[in-house]
């Protein structure tokens, strides 16, 4: 890794910095060495923090291994870098294969203690959740919607708005006191048909 001024590498964990010029250490990250604050992204910091998504790594923990000060540095780094947005994407999504794996390691163990088993079950839940949510093209719930090529799907949308129904109106006066024949009724006609069988 490198920018302008300096070499950045990592070494058993911990990230130096060397001036390129004299090939010093200038500074050093890590459990036991003097911690050193990295703001300024380079390309090859970006690419760093990309291999440690896809390894599985959150951007808090990111950015404690690399002394960025807080996950506000990716974010930053993010919003004003759109290439490295777009690596950070694929990162992401191939963090799903990292998940995947993880799931598949528990499930080819030999032997799991029985005192294991929900501590397993959940951790391997995570990690499906982690990895649909990550590539849900390749490990999301798929919805297939199939039909009659004849009797094509439609679908149907309820606005919520009642359409009033169609009235069959009849022209003529009404009296005061008078009724409308308008036919015979259902009820009428059942009973006529009743009767005629009843006569045969």
Not at 74 to 99: G, Q, S, T
Not at 140 to 163: E, Y
């Amino acid at each position: 890794m490198e920018d302008d001024r300096s070499v950045y590498t990592l070494v058993n964990g911990a990230l130096q910095v060397r001036d390129i010029e004299t090939g010093e250490i200038t500074g050093e990250s890590g459990k036991w060495v003097r911690p050193i604050a990295v703001k300024e992204y380079s390309v090859a910091l970006g690419d760093h923090v990309c291999d440690l998504v896809r390894r599985g790594d959150t951007y808090n923990i990111i950015a404690t291994k690399m002394n960025l000060g807080s996950p506000q540095t990716i974010y930053r780094w993010r919003n004003k870098h759109p290439d490295f947005d777009e690596h950070l994407k694929a990162a992401r999504r191939d963090r799903a294969d990292y998940y995947h794996d993880q799931v598949m390691e528990v499930a080819q163990r030999d032997r799991i203690d029985k005192d294991e088993v929900s501590a397993l079950k959940l951790k391997t839940d995570l990690y499906k959740w982690g990895a649909e949510k990550a590539n849900p093209q390749e490990y999301g719930a798929q919805t297939k919607i199939t039909g009659d090529s004849n009797a094509p799907l439609q679908i149907m949308v309820d606005t919520g708005i009642k359409r009033e129904e169609d009235h069959e109106y009849i022209e003529g006066e009404l009296s005061e006191g008078k009724e409308i024949d308008a036919g015979p009724s259902s009820s009428d006609t059942d009973e006529a048909e009743r009767g005629a069988s009843a006569d045969i």
